[in-house]
């Protein structure tokens, strides 16, 4: 192991670890964008169900790797792409801040970024939807009867009570998407991985620069879990078994009143 | 029926492990030396020559499929005993591996559309987007020629010429001859040309290319740089040459 040419190249493994957080953030988050209605329409049997469904199958069906090649590679290989906004701006947004954020499929980045959204929405959906289908009837039945309509039970119970049954598969999807952003390296990103490429390349080593980028991964995914602990213990209190006997045996409680003892 | 299936896995294993005399790192994605067919056989100039030193040293060989990143550490930690990829003998690697002879060698060159009208000047470039496969000499040279000039890397040389064409990028340097054979000359180098000089900068690009050893290695590269020298003297270079090439690749 060569500590010199390690420290030597922090710059470049300080822009990759940039660039991993933030196509890892924004990816999971327009991934969410896209899962939150799928996994309600597959929940609820919606009108587009079938083709939300397909959606899903797709993109969990085949690699990441795949997909990033068939949206970078792929799609380039069509005229029709190259010669529509798909490829850049249309010209009267010259020079505006839309034309400088355009998702252009030119842009190694937003090919990405594309991929990586499409795929972890679809992880999302499945993850959200299974949340949904163990939310207990009776919570459901209990908003109801409080007299919230649809929307409101959605809104107010089915979805906050569903995201908290899913928050510990989040966690691993967080993690999943962190590790799977390691794919951007192959379409020309320098993130982290990229960077220890270029590091391993430039010195003809290969520990050096996948050993630096493995800890960086380690270091990341680490600080997700341990947020993840912290969320848990906070949105999960809940669902943790009950040690202590409720304060005052016999005072009117909800245990009292349902005649419900609790164990 | 399970224990057969075993069995015949194992044996498998068993026949590939029935080891070659040396085991020959080679590319695999660098035509016309090196290039993967639809059946996956690795065929190319870089793999005749190979086989014709290996059987003038009457040795049995055996080709590893490496990916160009990683065929040095490949060589060292013995997962090969051999570089035949078109690796150009610079002061950098021999930092590393030792090198035999040059078995060829050939400039490199830019190319770009036929029409783009570039110009292989820090001037010229300017604003432009090069790309060169990552860990090359084509790298270095960039990135101590052209400072400015944005680069891309790319795995192997194959997806450089798909963003080529996708216009991802407005040029790529590589050798001028895999760069002939392999894009220019085919269907998808159509409307593509070479432009500037034929750069051949010792500091960058070497003494030609040569076959990488393992430092410790210098019965092995005695006995290929013999092989070299029967392979030339014999005739058969020259007909591995006209199969692929009408020029001299040896070059002076």
Known sequence: MNFEIILEAWPLFAKGVWITLHLTVLALSLGFVIALPAALSLHHKGRFHRVWGAYVYVFRGTPLLVQTYLIYYGLSQFDWVRSSFLWGAPGFLDGTWLG???????????????????????????????????????????????????????????????????????GNEIVFMLHGSVVASVITIQDILGAGRTLNARHYVAYEGFLTSAALYM????????????????????????????????????????????? | MKRLVLAAALAGFATTA?????KICVEGAYPPFSETTASGDI????????????????????????????IIPALIEGKCDAIVASMSITEDRMKVIDFTNK???????????????????????????????RGTIHQDFMEGEFPDVELKLYGTQDEAYLDLQAGRIDAVIADS????????????????????????????????????????????????????????????????NDKYFDFDLYGA
Not at chain 1, 225 to 241: D, K, S, T
Not at chain 2, 18 to 22: E, F, G, P, R
Not at chain 2, 43 to 70: Q, R
């Open chain 2, 43 to 70: 065929v190319g100039f870089d793999i005749d020559i190979a086989n014709a030193l290996c059987a003038s040293m009457g040795k049995s060989c055996e080709m590893v499929k490496t990916e160009w990143d990683g």
């Open chain 1, 100 to 170: 400088a954020v355009w998702p252009s499929l030119k842009s190694a980045w937003w090919c990405a970024l594309i991929a990586f959204s499409l795929n972890s929405g679809a992880y999302q959906a499945e993850i959200l939807r299974g949340g949904l289908a163990v939310v207990p009837e009776g919570e459901l039945e209990g908003a109801k009867s409080l007299g919230l309509n649809p929307s409101q039970v959605t809104r107010l119970v089915l979805l906050p009570s569903a995201l908290r049954r899913a928050l510990p598969q989040y």
């Open chain 2, 177 to 240: 001859v895999a760069m002939d054979d392999g894009f220019l000359k085919t269907e998808n180098g159509k409307g593509y040309a070479f432009f500037g000089k034929d750069y051949s900068i010792p500091k960058y690009h070497g003494e030609g290319a040569g076959i990488g050893v393992r430092k410790s290695d210098g019965d092995l590269k005695a006995a290929l740089n013999a092989a070299i020298d029967a392979i030339r003297a014999s005739g058969e270079y020259k007909t591995i």
């Open chain 2, 18 to 22: 029935a080891a070659a005399d040396l």
């Open chain 1, 219 to 263: 270091a990341i995914t680490f600080a997700v879990v341990w947020v993840f602990r912290l969320v848990e213990r906070r949105y999960l209190r809940h669902l943790n078994i009950r040690t202590a006997k409720p304060k005052g045996a016999g005072a009117p409680g909800i245990a009292g009143i349902g005649g419900v003892a609790w164990r």
């Open chain 2, 103 to 133: 078995y060829y060698q050939t400039p490199a060159k830019f190319i770009s559309k036929a029409d783009a009208g570039l110009v292989d000047t820090p001037e010229g470039l300017k604003g432009k987007v090069v790309g060169v496969q």
